[in-house]
């Protein structure tokens, strides 16, 4: 215990680079996530078979085992910070699209119905009421994402990635456990204050919905 | 009223949000795009222990100290292997690597254990074959080494391996388990190199090897060469007069290219060529390991005792 304070102590600069870095990576993923997940969500809602096949894969990406990916990315991106955002990038897609897709289609008929029949255009019922409609649902998905996101990003490491996963790999190769703790607990509180943060909005989208 | 106002209030809230997201999403990739792409800037990967952590970081202080390029430092590549693959890929362009690394068949070799020689196949190889610029040693080794009790060893005049042959018999032997049946550096060609067979032999982890010596419970342990825990417990390493083990001695090693688009480099690897013994690498390792510091620390701690660095 104290070795891990006098290492905090000693370190705590450090340890501050490592976790910009970490939720820089995984704030990235994310983002790109979204991008690419939201247009996705948003295909299948309007049509069955792309559903089908969206869902699929989006699925197929999501049971693979992280290290995996990561280490098959690693062929592809090389070692380094680019390979572990794209594998973040590709966890998080499953979240942000079906949450996307279901809060799509929980959206009552009868109230795109009631859009269409104040003369609101596709594109309109889609902005002005499907997606709100559907943001509580959406930002579930984004919660999931980044929560499993910031685990993730700690066996960045591995393949040359930065992040707080650093001291812990290190802690663990050089049998150093106040160090395994020094790069854990900000990852485990980072991944407690973005679900906390990501709840608060989602309560607030869900009373201004109402 | 009500109605009409939620909707449009969120909408306006979500679009400045998520365009505010967007712009960091643009310059937060730029600012990944351009770390990666500037020559002015170079990787030095290392090993997942001690000693070629706290060595990429004194490069990189004195690097970054005495020319204008910039050094990362990408810690814990699993093995020597990987390191060598991410050099061949340009994924790092410097490293620690150990002369020894040649007998698992990079290239073809000539089979000795003669220090000199195994070192200069491995500069003239991996720049023939990899295009990496192999620098003469540090100065140390981390090998296989014989290691006595301190106290042992003053009692009886141990210093090299040959000086246990007449009480090998009642000595206790602790030893990695694949240590022992190792082909070629193993106990089997040990016995006849040195004509040495110590009474009992026990197999363990190459880890509690040091515990078990310390605490009496064997006689002689074979370790690792800069490994802290010689110092922590007090321990000798003899000799290897027969030089029966295959030599790991340590040394820089930067891609060919990077040296020729940066020649003031040399100037700065050479610093610490020749420089680092096995008893400072303990000594550092000490630090890390025992001590449980960070490496950057220890580096720059060294560096600035040996007035390399203000």
């Keep these: 215990m104290e070795l891990f304070f006098r290492y905090v102590r000693e370190n705590w600069v450090d340890l501050l680079v490592f976790t910009g870095q970490h939720i820089m990576m995984v704030l990235i993923g994310l983002l790109l996530a979204l991008v690419v997940g939201i247009p996705l969500g948003i295909m299948a809602s309007r049509n069955r078979a792309s559903a089908r096949i969206i869902l699929t894969v989006a699925n197929i990406i999501q049971v693979f085992p992280s290290l995996a990916l990561l280490v098959l990315l690693m062929v592809a991106f090389g070692l380094g910070t680019t390979t572990v955002v794209v594998g973040l990038f590709l966890y998080s897609l499953l979240p942000v699209i079906r949450n996307t897709y279901v809060g799509l289609t929980q959206v009552d008929k009868s109230t795109m119905e009631a859009g269409k029949g104040v003369g609101m255009s596709p594109l309109q019922i889609m902005l002005q009421v499907q997606l709100p409609l559907a943001l509580p649902f959406m930002l579930t998905g984004i919660r999931i994402a980044a929560v499993i996101a910031i685990g993730v990003a700690t066996i960045a490491p591995l393949v ?51 | ?225 800069t490994d802290a825990r010689l110092k922590e417990y007090e321990l000798v390493t003899l000799e290897d007069d027969k030089h029966f083990f295959p030599p790991y001695d340590a040394s820089p090693v930067i891609r060919k290219e990077v040296l020729e688009a940066h020649p003031e480099l040399q100037e700065v690897i050479d610093l610490l060529i020749g420089k680092l013994d096995a008893k400072t690498v303990i000594d550092l390792n000490y630090e890390v390991d025992v001590n449980k510091r960070n490496e950057k620390k220890v580096a720059e701690e060294y560096l600035k005792r040996i007035g390399l660095l203000k």
């Design chain 2, 1 to 225: 009223m009500k109605h009409r106002e939620a909707p449009t209030r969120i909408k306006g809230q979500a679009i400045r949000v998520s365009s505010a997201l967007l712009i960091f999403a643009v310059i937060a990739v730029c600012a990944l795009l351009s770390g990666c792409g500037n020559s002015n800037r170079i990787i030095i990967g290392t090993q997942t222990f001690s000693e070629p952590k706290i060595i990429a970081n004194m490069y990189k202080l004195l690097i970054e100290d005495r020319t204008d390029m910039k050094v990362k430092v990408m810690p814990d590549l699993a093995t020597s292997t990987v390191v060598l693959d991410a050099l061949t890929n340009d994924d790092i362009q410097m490293a620690s690597l150990y002369s020894g690394i040649i007998l698992d068949n990079y290239f073809p070799i000539e089979r000795t254990n003669d220090r000199a020689s195994i070192l200069r196949q491995a500069q003239e190889g991996f720049d023939k074959h990899y295009g990496l610029k192999w620098f003469d040693s540090y100065g140390f080794e981390n090998t296989y080494a014989f290691t006595v009790r301190k106290e042992l060893a003053e009692k009886e005049q141990l210093h090299q391996i040959s000086d246990v042959k007449d009480k090998a018999q009642s000595m206790r032997l602790g030893v990695d388990t694949s240590w022992l049946e190792r082909a070629g550096d193993g106990y089997a060609d040990f016995q006849k190199v040195y004509g040495i067979t110590f009474g009992k032999v026990y197999p363990m982890e190459v880890a509690l090897v040091y515990n078990a010596i310390a605490t009496n419970k064997m006689d002689i342990v074979v370790a690792y060469s």
């Design chain 1, 160 to 210: 040359g990635g930065d992040g707080l996963g650093r001291e812990i790999y290190s802690g663990i190769n050089m049998n150093n456990s106040a160090r395994l703790y020094a790069g854990a607990i900000p990852a485990a509180i980072l991944a407690l204050l973005a679900d906390l943060a990501l709840e608060r909005l989602q309560n607030a989208t869900r009373v201004a919905g109402r």
